[in-house]
């Protein structure tokens, strides 16, 4: 029997690019049936977006693509189509759950609305996710990541002050808006279970970034105070990436640690004169400061640094790794983090794995993300009442 | 119509701390799920003992803890000393009637309390136990101690992050402590599903660190399939000709901006510069290979305007624009109120805190969904009901407890004092603004106030 938590769940996934995709992932991984829903021409988007493995450029040899939808099956409909709509709602018959991440309005537009769903299976619960969500004054603007940071208020407080603000690399707001979604959708099977019935739960990505940035709205309804950027070394060592010989750490003190510490993890005894012994010599002496700081962090190796922090336990400092030393590093190792998947298109690469361990329902071991339309011929026959020409038809429309 | 509070009736005891798990059991609780705060007077959550409302130092002080407040809505507060006996055993004894444990101690505490699943299954067979911790629950780093300033730069992501030709960069707000904060919820609802369809409990650990790492496969696959390392490109992205932040008028007022195709950059030009005779920037090529000219040209451009009449210029020709909201436009922003998606949360009244709005959470559920917003709970306001009601103990039993200092109501810390006066930061830059008159701002934006209790 198949010991995954979720093994009870199918989803009918209309996700495409990255925040739907991730959330329907985390749903297969832990052991949903995910049947994921494309268009014929070309399919999900997120299959032509990089990184690629060398020179291979093909539909099926995304590897951002091929993260985002390991455990998948892979449907393909024309939902404006008449066969492709009869095969929807037929799917729909069989799933606790649609997720989608069209624009809002959208659906409706091809009369796919809350109402028709809900009539065909009463117990449906859709998850829409939308930059700003079904409704509101920004409902209809258009956003990426860029976006989300600034109008969350997260780029605010990112960067140095006085300087332009920053965003993190990468997608982080459609991740975070994807781990949202699953959630949402577990609670609302839950809500099937305890009496909620069928219902629509709307996920903005824009608010998964503000709930996340919920030190700056409270710190001003509680206190007046608008926080800002990093700010200058001002006689304190800023909790932020500093330079040491090979790398960077992030000094970080928890709780109340005396300024001692510091300075002999520094191994510099010029950090203990009076000068610099209370926080008000240092503010005063601040500019001495920053050189004696910045210099003993530049003489210590970055590991030598967190390892020697790490056996005070007040001092938990951070230490900034790239990708190739995560690969080496004993602690993901230990958690068997990354693990290869066997693409037939793209052959073996090695990928990342899940933060999250479950003892008695483990994570499914990976299965390759579907080839566009893959499972059209089981699925199509086992779930639908498309006929044979009808499912031969959607199979030539593939391009 | 009635309306369904979907997690009614699951219990969750907590001991947490800070953000990864309080976080976690926040949206948990506003979805129906009774939580049980565990609090230690001896070894307090730090959130109780800095930034108080107001800056006010006096009296009972770590109830007026604004973080602590916030991450705690809807919860009950026990609060025990685990390092004696009968505190230890009342513990327990609320785990054998409960759900779900989930702690972001590191496993050394667990350990030292008895606290791991394999002992807490022979209290609660079903029970599911979470440990949330930086790195891991087991292995070689499974003993550090860690925040999201710390695993944000083990993760990956930093070194990826940061302006151009520069080093890493990270955020003023411990940012991967809710990125596993939000994993953790997906987990604990998995395994309730688990347990839902088969009655069995298990054992969940979430690695904050790796939890980014998850997050970040354009970076892992690019090393692992290319190696290619991805350095640091500020706000820009490879793809996209014109994608950054630009100056507005007014103090630290930023737009971004992003124009990939033609038609994007000709309506952006529109708005910004509808007299550009310059022909060569309606070239794509031209654009995407002259992006630091473009950069220049943009921002002659927005430093004259405001950043939210330009946002709403750009974004109704089809431009994709946002302005950089701080804290304070983010709590009085138009599409967040129309949303509601601040909710006004209350106070105990012995705090004096008005009703404050609150981030609600990253999912609006249905109209049959019903929300618990109840007050954060005092230090200690739920001792005598878990003790004598919940648990059945004697009234002798808990005067016992209290008497022993093993329950307790007040800390015996005192207040770490402001050192630095509210005014003095604005004048040295390290916050952005203060507002005295904020008490009012927020009662007439949100029409709340003491009057209301």
Avoid at chain 1, 172 to 182: E, I
Avoid at chain 2, 243 to 249: A, L, P, Q, V
């Amino acid at each position: 029997m198949d010991p995954s938590a979720l093994n009870k769940i199918r989803i009918l996934d209309l996700t495409h690019f990255v925040a739907g995709p991730y959330c329907t992932k985390l749903l297969a991984d832990f052991g949903a049936e995910v049947i994921k829903v494309e268009r014929p021409d070309g399919g999900d988007k997120a299959r032509y977006l990089p990184p690629f493995k060398g020179d291979l450029h093909g539909p099926e040899d995304s590897l951002l693509f091929q993260y985002l939808n390991t455990n998948k099956k892979s449907v393909t409909l024309d939902l404006k189509s008449r066969v492709g709509k009869k095969a929807f709602f037929d799917l729909i018959e069989h799933c606790d759950l649609l997720i989608e991440n069209f624009k809002p309005g959208t659906l409706q537009r091809m009369d796919i609305d809350k109402e028709a769903l809900l009539k065909k299976n009463n117990n449906l619960v859709i998850v829409s996710i939308s930059n700003f969500g079904q409704f509101g004054p920004y409902r209809d603007y258009g956003a990426n990541d860029l976006i989300h940071y600034a109008l969350s208020g997260l780029m605010f407080v990112f960067g140095s002050t006085g300087r332009e603000p920053l965003k993190h690399a990468f997608r982080q707001a459609q991740f975070k808006a994807g781990t949202n979604a699953a959630s949402a959708s577990l609670l609302g099977v839950y809500g099937v279970k305890y009496g909620a019935g069928g219902q629509s739960i709307d996920i903005s990505i824009h608010e998964s970034m503000a709930s996340a940035v919920r030190d700056t709205t409270t710190s001003f309804a509680t206190t007046g105070v608008v926080p800002t950027r990093q700010s200058l070394m001002n006689g304190e060592i800023p909790r932020a990436p500093i330079k040491a010989k090979d790398g960077y750490v992030v000094p970080i003190n928890f709780g109340s640690t005396d300024w001692e510490k510091t300075a002999n993890l520094l191994d510099n005894t010029d950090l203990l004169h009076e000068r610099f012994s209370t926080k008000e010599s240092r503010r005063f002496n601040s500019k001495e400061f920053e050189k004696l700081v910045r210099e003993s962090f530049g003489k210590k190796n970055k590991f030598d640094l967190f390892y020697e922090a790490h056996s005070h336990r007040e001092l938990v400092y951070g230490v900034v790794q790239d990708v190739s030393e995560l690969l080496r590093n004993p602690q993901y190792e230990h958690d068997q983090y990354f693990e290869t998947i066997d693409h037939p298109s793209t052959g073996n690469v090695l990928f990342p794995g899940s933060p999250l361990k479950l003892s008695e329902t483990p994570r499914k071991a990976p299965v390759a993300a579907p080839l566009l339309g893959q499972d059209n011929q089981q699925l199509f026959q086992e779930l639908t009442t498309l006929t044979t020409s009808e499912i031969d038809c959607i199979r030539e429309s593939i391009r | 119509m009635e309306m369904t509070r979907i997690l009614k009736g699951l219990r969750i005891v907590e001991l947490g701390q800070l953000i990864a798990v309080p976080y976690a059991t926040k949206l948990l609780s506003d979805m129906g799920a009774e939580v049980i705060r565990i609090e230690s007077a001896n070894r307090p959550d730090m959130y109780r003992l800095s930034d108080y409302y107001d800056d006010r130092v006096d009296g009972e002080y770590w109830n007026r803890a604004i973080n602590f407040n916030e991450q705690n809505r809807n919860k009950m507060s026990f609060c025990v000393e685990l390092d004696k006996a009968q505190g230890d055993y009342t513990l327990k004894d609320i785990l054998a009637i409960s759900d779900v444990f989930a702690s972001n101690f590191t496993p050394r505490v667990m350990k030292k309390y008895g606290l791991e699943y394999e002992e807490l299954k022979k209290i609660k067979p079903d029970i599911i136990v979470v440990s949330s911790t930086g790195y891991g629950h087991s292995g070689p780093w499974s003993s550090f101690g860690a925040i999201g300033f710390g695993t944000e730069a083990a993760s990956g992501l930093s070194s990826t992050t940061g302006y151009r030709g520069e080093g890493p960069s990270q955020p003023e707000i411990p940012y991967p402590d809710y990125t596993a904060a939000e994993h953790t919820v997906f987990a604990i609802l998995s395994a309730l599903q688990h347990r839902l369809e088969t009655g069995q409990g298990q054992f969940i650990s979430v690695s904050q660190a790796e939890s980014v790492t998850s997050t970040i496969p354009e970076s892992v696959l690019s090393y692992t399939a290319n190696q290619l390392k991805v350095e640091p490109i500020g706000n820009d992205h490879n793809e996209i000709p014109l994608h950054g932040c630009f100056r507005c008028k007014g103090v630290d007022d930023w737009i971004t901006i992003v124009a990939d195709s033609d038609l994007e950059w000709a309506n952006l030009m529109e708005v910004l510069s509808p007299d550009m005779e310059e022909l060569k920037y309606e070239n794509y090529e031209y654009r995407n290979s002259n992006r630091s000219e473009l950069h220049r040209l943009v921002s002659a451009e927005t430093i004259k305007h405001e950043k939210i009449p330009l946002m709403k210029m750009l974004q109704e020709r089809g431009v994709k624009a946002g302005a950089v909201l701080n804290g304070e436009e983010l709590l009085f922003d138009e599409h967040l109120k129309n949303r509601n998606f601040f909710e006004i949360v209350n106070h105990d009244q012995t705090t004096g805190i008005p009703p404050l709005p609150y981030p609600s959470r990253p999912w609006k559920m249905g109209s049959t969904v019903e929300i618990n917003l109840a007050p954060p709970p005092t230090l200690g306001q739920d001792n005598h009901f878990i003790s004598t009601e919940l648990l059945g103990q004697s009234q002798q039993h808990y005067d016992y407890m209290v008497e022993n200092k093993i329950l307790s109501e007040k800390l015996e810390i005192p207040a770490k004092e402001v050192d630095v006066s509210r005014d003095q930061k604005v004048s040295d830059r390290t916050i952005h603004k203060y507002d005295p008159n904020f008490e009012n701002r927020i009662r007439d934006e949100f029409m709340v106030g003491n009057d209301d209790l």
